[in-house]
Protein backbone atom coordinates (compact mmCIF):
# COMPACT_ATOMS: atom_id res chain seq x y z
CA UNK A 1 0.00 0.00 0.00
CA UNK A 2 2.47 2.51 -0.94
CA UNK A 3 2.57 4.24 -3.85
CA UNK A 4 5.47 6.83 -5.49
CA UNK A 5 4.89 9.79 -7.42
CA UNK A 6 7.04 12.53 -9.16
CA UNK A 7 7.83 15.86 -8.56
CA UNK A 8 4.48 16.97 -10.56
CA UNK A 9 2.38 14.37 -12.46
CA UNK A 10 -0.37 16.20 -14.10
CA UNK A 11 -3.06 13.42 -15.78
CA UNK A 12 -5.76 13.07 -18.19
CA UNK A 13 -8.96 12.02 -16.88
CA UNK A 14 -7.90 8.54 -15.31
CA UNK A 15 -10.13 6.17 -17.68
CA UNK A 16 -7.76 7.23 -19.84
CA UNK A 17 -5.36 5.94 -18.12
CA UNK A 18 -2.58 8.04 -19.21
CA UNK A 19 -0.40 8.65 -15.20
CA UNK A 20 -3.19 7.21 -12.70
CA UNK A 21 -2.69 3.31 -12.45
CA UNK A 22 -5.56 2.08 -11.57
CA UNK A 23 -6.30 1.59 -8.01
CA UNK A 24 -9.40 0.61 -6.12
CA UNK A 25 -10.93 0.11 -3.03
CA UNK A 26 -10.55 -3.65 -3.34
CA UNK A 27 -6.26 -2.99 -3.57
CA UNK A 28 -6.47 -1.20 -0.26
CA UNK A 29 -6.54 -3.76 3.03
CA UNK A 30 -6.99 -3.19 6.89
CA UNK A 31 -8.41 0.34 6.53
CA UNK A 32 -12.57 -0.39 5.97
CA UNK A 33 -13.02 2.48 8.58
CA UNK A 34 -11.16 4.77 6.81
CA UNK A 35 -12.27 4.28 3.53
CA UNK A 36 -16.20 4.51 4.60
CA UNK A 37 -15.06 8.21 5.86
CA UNK A 38 -13.21 8.77 2.71
CA UNK A 39 -15.93 8.02 0.47
CA UNK A 40 -18.10 10.22 2.65
CA UNK A 41 -15.62 13.43 2.33
CA UNK A 42 -14.10 12.92 -0.87
CA UNK A 43 -16.52 10.59 -3.30
CA UNK A 44 -19.72 11.91 -2.52
CA UNK A 45 -19.00 15.72 -2.85
CA UNK A 46 -17.12 14.35 -6.38
CA UNK A 47 -19.87 12.16 -7.25
CA UNK A 48 -23.06 13.74 -6.06
CA UNK A 49 -22.83 17.52 -4.93
CA UNK A 50 -26.54 18.07 -5.35
CA UNK A 51 -26.63 15.93 -1.78
CA UNK A 52 -25.09 19.12 -0.10
CA UNK A 53 -26.72 21.44 -1.81
CA UNK A 54 -30.22 19.48 -0.64
CA UNK A 55 -28.85 19.63 2.94
CA UNK A 56 -27.55 22.94 2.67
CA UNK A 57 -24.40 22.63 3.56
CA UNK A 58 -21.05 23.00 1.07
CA UNK A 59 -18.87 20.33 0.66
CA UNK A 60 -15.37 19.97 2.43
CA UNK A 61 -12.33 21.86 -0.35
CA UNK A 62 -9.57 19.64 1.75
CA UNK A 63 -8.76 17.15 3.54
CA UNK A 64 -5.90 15.84 5.02
CA UNK A 65 -5.07 12.43 5.26
CA UNK A 66 -2.16 11.62 8.40
CA UNK A 67 -0.43 8.36 9.43
CA UNK A 68 3.13 6.81 9.21
CA UNK A 69 4.94 6.89 5.96
CA UNK A 70 3.42 3.58 4.08
CA UNK A 71 0.17 3.38 5.22
CA UNK A 72 -1.78 4.20 1.84
CA UNK A 73 -2.31 7.40 1.34
CA UNK A 74 -1.09 7.76 -1.54
CA UNK A 75 -3.45 5.06 -2.99
CA UNK A 76 -6.59 6.05 -1.27
CA UNK A 77 -6.19 9.79 -2.89
CA UNK A 78 -6.04 7.49 -6.13
CA UNK A 79 -8.64 4.86 -5.94
CA UNK A 80 -11.10 8.20 -4.56
CA UNK A 81 -10.07 9.38 -8.28
CA UNK A 82 -10.51 6.17 -10.15
CA UNK A 83 -13.50 5.18 -8.60
CA UNK A 84 -14.71 8.58 -9.34
CA UNK A 85 -13.67 9.11 -13.02
CA UNK A 86 -12.33 12.52 -11.72
CA UNK A 87 -8.87 14.16 -13.06
CA UNK A 88 -6.14 13.48 -10.90
CA UNK A 89 -3.43 15.75 -9.93
CA UNK A 90 -0.32 15.19 -7.94
CA UNK A 91 2.23 17.22 -6.30
CA UNK A 92 4.83 16.28 -4.22
CA UNK A 93 5.88 18.64 -1.44
CA UNK A 94 9.65 18.74 -1.17
CA UNK A 95 10.15 19.02 -4.90
CA UNK A 96 7.96 21.59 -6.00
CA UNK A 97 9.92 23.96 -4.12
CA UNK A 98 12.24 26.82 -6.27
CA UNK A 99 14.83 28.79 -4.85
CA UNK A 100 13.74 30.99 -8.39
CA UNK A 101 11.37 33.82 -7.32
CA UNK A 102 7.32 33.12 -7.95
CA UNK A 103 8.03 29.86 -9.76
CA UNK A 104 6.66 27.85 -7.03
CA UNK A 105 3.83 29.92 -6.56
CA UNK A 106 3.51 29.84 -10.53
CA UNK A 107 3.23 26.15 -10.45
CA UNK A 108 0.57 26.18 -7.92
CA UNK A 109 -1.23 28.18 -9.47
CA UNK A 110 -1.37 26.40 -12.87
CA UNK A 111 -2.26 23.17 -11.07
CA UNK A 112 -5.06 24.32 -9.63
CA UNK A 113 -6.47 26.44 -13.18
CA UNK A 114 -5.69 22.96 -14.88
CA UNK A 115 -7.82 20.96 -12.01
CA UNK A 116 -10.79 23.52 -12.20
CA UNK A 117 -10.88 23.07 -15.77
CA UNK A 118 -11.33 19.05 -15.95
CA UNK A 119 -13.39 19.67 -12.55
CA UNK A 120 -14.46 17.20 -11.39
CA UNK A 121 -11.07 16.77 -9.92
CA UNK A 122 -8.88 15.64 -7.10
CA UNK A 123 -5.33 17.78 -6.23
CA UNK A 124 -3.32 15.52 -3.62
CA UNK A 125 -0.15 17.40 -2.25
CA UNK A 126 1.90 14.80 -0.40
CA UNK A 127 4.11 15.65 2.07
CA UNK A 128 2.30 18.75 2.36
CA UNK A 129 4.07 20.12 5.42
CA UNK A 130 7.03 20.95 3.04
CA UNK A 131 5.27 23.35 1.41
CA UNK A 132 3.26 24.40 3.74
CA UNK A 133 4.75 24.66 7.37
CA UNK A 134 4.49 26.82 10.20
CA UNK A 135 5.32 30.11 9.15
CA UNK A 136 6.48 31.48 12.32
CA UNK A 137 8.78 28.72 12.62
CA UNK A 138 10.24 28.81 9.36
CA UNK A 139 13.57 31.25 7.96
CA UNK A 140 12.91 31.14 4.00
CA UNK A 141 10.47 33.75 2.37
CA UNK A 142 9.73 31.01 -0.29
CA UNK A 143 7.88 28.94 2.01
CA UNK A 144 6.11 31.69 3.32
CA UNK A 145 5.15 32.92 0.11
CA UNK A 146 3.84 29.15 -1.03
CA UNK A 147 1.54 28.61 1.91
CA UNK A 148 0.07 32.35 1.35
CA UNK A 149 -0.44 31.16 -2.22
CA UNK A 150 -1.87 27.58 -0.84
CA UNK A 151 -4.43 29.87 1.17
CA UNK A 152 -5.69 32.15 -1.51
CA UNK A 153 -6.26 29.19 -3.94
CA UNK A 154 -7.79 26.67 -1.82
CA UNK A 155 -10.01 29.77 -0.85
CA UNK A 156 -11.08 30.47 -4.40
CA UNK A 157 -12.20 26.66 -5.34
CA UNK A 158 -15.76 27.61 -5.43
CA UNK A 159 -18.07 25.12 -2.13
CA UNK A 160 -19.83 23.10 -4.73
CA UNK A 161 -17.44 19.99 -4.65
CA UNK A 162 -16.08 19.84 -8.16
CA UNK A 163 -12.65 20.16 -6.99
CA UNK A 164 -11.24 18.67 -3.34
CA UNK A 165 -7.79 19.36 -1.98
CA UNK A 166 -6.51 16.41 -0.47
CA UNK A 167 -3.17 16.73 1.56
CA UNK A 168 -0.62 13.80 3.16
CA UNK A 169 1.44 14.14 5.91
CA UNK A 170 2.87 12.32 8.61
CA UNK A 171 3.62 15.46 10.66
CA UNK A 172 0.38 17.29 10.86
CA UNK A 173 1.43 19.53 14.01
CA UNK A 174 4.48 21.55 11.47
CA UNK A 175 1.77 22.53 9.09
CA UNK A 176 0.50 25.98 9.41
CA UNK A 177 -2.59 26.29 11.63
CA UNK A 178 -4.24 28.64 9.19
CA UNK A 179 -4.65 25.03 6.09
CA UNK A 180 -6.63 23.36 9.05
CA UNK A 181 -9.27 26.54 9.58
CA UNK A 182 -12.69 25.80 7.93
CA UNK A 183 -12.91 26.24 4.16
CA UNK A 184 -9.47 24.55 3.74
CA UNK A 185 -8.67 21.56 5.71
CA UNK A 186 -11.10 21.50 7.75
CA UNK A 187 -11.35 17.67 7.01
CA UNK A 188 -8.41 15.23 8.75
CA UNK A 189 -9.05 11.71 8.48
CA UNK A 190 -5.95 9.34 10.58
CA UNK A 191 -4.73 6.65 9.16
CA UNK A 192 -3.20 4.34 11.63
CA UNK A 193 -0.91 0.82 11.65
CA UNK A 194 -2.96 -1.80 10.11
CA UNK A 195 -4.29 -4.25 13.29
CA UNK A 196 -3.88 -7.86 12.81
CA UNK A 197 -7.04 -8.36 10.78
CA UNK A 198 -6.00 -5.63 8.65
CA UNK A 199 -2.50 -7.05 7.81
CA UNK A 200 -4.39 -10.34 7.20
CA UNK A 201 -6.08 -8.23 4.47
CA UNK A 202 -3.29 -6.75 3.14
CA UNK A 203 -0.96 -9.78 3.18
CA UNK A 204 -4.39 -11.60 1.31
CA UNK A 205 -4.71 -8.76 -1.08
CA UNK A 206 -0.69 -8.79 -2.03
CA UNK A 207 -0.54 -12.69 -2.30
CA UNK A 208 -3.45 -13.25 -4.33
CA UNK A 209 -1.80 -13.66 -7.96
CA UNK A 210 0.89 -15.44 -6.07
CA UNK A 211 1.19 -19.68 -6.02
CA UNK A 212 1.59 -19.85 -2.68
CA UNK A 213 2.85 -23.43 -1.02
CA UNK A 214 0.26 -25.22 1.23
CA UNK A 215 2.42 -24.47 4.07
CA UNK A 216 1.98 -20.65 3.82
CA UNK A 217 0.37 -19.42 6.95
CA UNK A 218 -0.83 -15.66 6.31
CA UNK A 219 -2.34 -16.20 9.78
CA UNK A 220 0.68 -16.59 11.40
CA UNK A 221 2.54 -13.90 9.50
CA UNK A 222 -0.05 -11.53 10.48
CA UNK A 223 0.44 -12.21 13.86
CA UNK A 224 4.31 -11.45 13.85
CA UNK A 225 4.31 -8.51 11.53
CA UNK A 226 3.25 -5.93 14.62
CA UNK A 227 4.39 -2.43 13.59
CA UNK A 228 4.22 -3.13 9.64
CA UNK A 229 2.36 -0.78 7.87
CA UNK A 230 0.78 -1.83 4.22
CA UNK A 231 4.18 -0.74 2.21
CA UNK A 232 6.34 -3.09 4.79
CA UNK A 233 3.90 -6.06 3.91
CA UNK A 234 4.31 -5.76 0.30
CA UNK A 235 7.84 -5.67 0.51
CA UNK A 236 7.48 -8.65 2.41
CA UNK A 237 5.66 -10.43 -0.52
CA UNK A 238 7.97 -9.32 -2.79
CA UNK A 239 11.52 -10.38 -1.31
CA UNK A 240 9.83 -13.74 -0.35
CA UNK A 241 9.10 -14.05 -4.14
CA UNK A 242 12.96 -13.49 -4.89
CA UNK A 243 13.69 -15.71 -1.80
CA UNK A 244 11.63 -18.30 -3.94
CA UNK A 245 13.37 -17.30 -7.48
CA UNK A 246 16.32 -17.90 -5.71
CA UNK A 247 15.73 -21.60 -5.04
CA UNK A 248 14.76 -22.38 -8.79
CA UNK A 249 17.62 -20.01 -10.80
CA UNK A 250 20.11 -23.40 -10.41
CA UNK A 251 17.59 -25.25 -12.59
CA UNK A 252 17.04 -22.92 -15.20
CA UNK A 253 19.21 -22.36 -17.95
CA UNK A 254 19.01 -18.26 -18.15
CA UNK A 255 20.86 -18.00 -22.11
CA UNK A 256 17.96 -20.28 -23.54
CA UNK A 257 15.16 -17.96 -24.74
CA UNK A 258 12.56 -19.13 -22.63
CA UNK A 259 11.53 -21.41 -20.00
CA UNK A 260 10.37 -25.01 -19.67
CA UNK A 261 6.60 -24.67 -18.69
CA UNK A 262 7.25 -27.49 -15.99
CA UNK A 263 9.53 -25.37 -14.23
CA UNK A 264 7.51 -22.70 -13.93
CA UNK A 265 4.20 -24.47 -13.54
CA UNK A 266 6.64 -26.17 -10.16
CA UNK A 267 7.50 -22.68 -8.82
CA UNK A 268 5.92 -21.75 -5.48
CA UNK A 269 6.14 -19.69 -2.68
CA UNK A 270 7.28 -21.53 0.82
CA UNK A 271 6.40 -20.41 4.12
CA UNK A 272 10.31 -20.76 4.54
CA UNK A 273 10.37 -18.18 1.58
CA UNK A 274 8.16 -15.93 3.96
CA UNK A 275 10.82 -16.39 6.59
CA UNK A 276 13.82 -15.61 5.39
CA UNK A 277 12.13 -12.42 4.08
CA UNK A 278 10.72 -11.45 7.48
CA UNK A 279 14.09 -11.60 8.65
CA UNK A 280 15.09 -8.66 5.83
CA UNK A 281 12.68 -6.47 6.58
CA UNK A 282 12.47 -3.52 9.42
CA UNK A 283 9.41 -2.04 10.23
CA UNK A 284 8.91 1.66 9.23
CA UNK A 285 8.21 2.44 13.22
CA UNK A 286 11.32 1.28 14.02
CA UNK A 287 13.81 2.07 11.04
CA UNK A 288 14.77 6.01 12.94
CA UNK A 289 15.44 3.64 16.23
CA UNK A 290 17.24 0.86 14.08
CA UNK A 291 19.47 3.85 12.23
CA UNK A 292 19.92 5.35 15.51
CA UNK A 293 21.65 2.35 17.25
CA UNK A 294 23.91 1.93 14.12
CA UNK A 295 25.43 5.55 14.72
Given at each position: ??G????IT ?11 P ?5 D???L ?12 L ?7 F?R ?14 P ?23 GP ?6 Y ?9 I ?15 E ?15 E?R?V?Q?L???DG ?11 A???P????P ?20 G ?8 T???P????VD?V ?7 G ?5 L??L ?24 P ?9 M ?5 A?K?I??S ?11
Open positions: MVDETAISEKPTEQTKVRVTYEIGGKEVIQKVRELIEPLKHPELKLGIDPPKGVLLYGPGVGKTMLAKAVANETDAYFTSINEIMSKFGESEQRLREFKEAEDNAPAVIFIDIDAIAPKRDEVIGEVRVALTLMLESRGNVIVVGTNRAALDALRRPGRFDREIEIPLPDKDRLEILQIHRNMLSSDLKLAEITHYTGADASVREAAMYTLRRYLPKIDLPQDKIPEILESMQVTGDFMNFDVPGMRRYTWKSQR
